[in-house]
């Protein structure tokens, strides 16, 4: 089981980003996939998210109107379009996987990737 992001790097203020967790040994449709991001010195904290039952989502307020999260079936691959980006945007960014087996939740998580919002 792997997740593995890719996407990040440096972008100035106002630019696009997208990000990229592929999966492999599991199914991104039968899970509930999300983007964390952890700052220097802050907690991580919950990005967006996308749940396996409908494909619904839901936000952070800080970046709701400015990130999307979707998710390709075919390539198994959970994606974040980041857009409007500002400095406090910075962070290492991580895509988690949860699920339930035998009524215990379990997660997987990525390695996470930088993305460092500067002009």
């Known amino acids: 089981v792997q997740l593995v992001e890719s996407g990040g790097g440096l972008v ?3 630019g696009s980003l997208r990000l990229s967790c592929a999966a492999s040994g599991f199914t991104v449709s039968n899970h509930g996939m999300s983007w964390y991001r952890q700052a220097p010195g802050k907690e991580r904290e ?4 996308i749940t396996s039952a409908d494909g619904s989502t839901n936000y952070a307020d800080s970046v709701k109107g400015r990130f999307t999260i979707s998710r390709d079936n ?4 959970v994606y974040l379009y980041m857009n409007s980006l500002k400095p406090e945007d910075t962070a290492v960014y991580y895509c988690k ?3 339930v087996q035998l009524w215990r939740p379990y997660e997987y998580w990525g390695q996470g990737t930088q ?3 500067s002009s």
Do not use: D, E, H, L
């Open 12 to 14: 100035q203020p106002g």
């Open 46 to 49: 919950s990005v967006a998210a």
């Open 74 to 77: 075919a390539k198994n691959t």
């Open 97 to 99: 996987a949860r699920g």
């Open 115 to 117: 993305v460092t919002v």
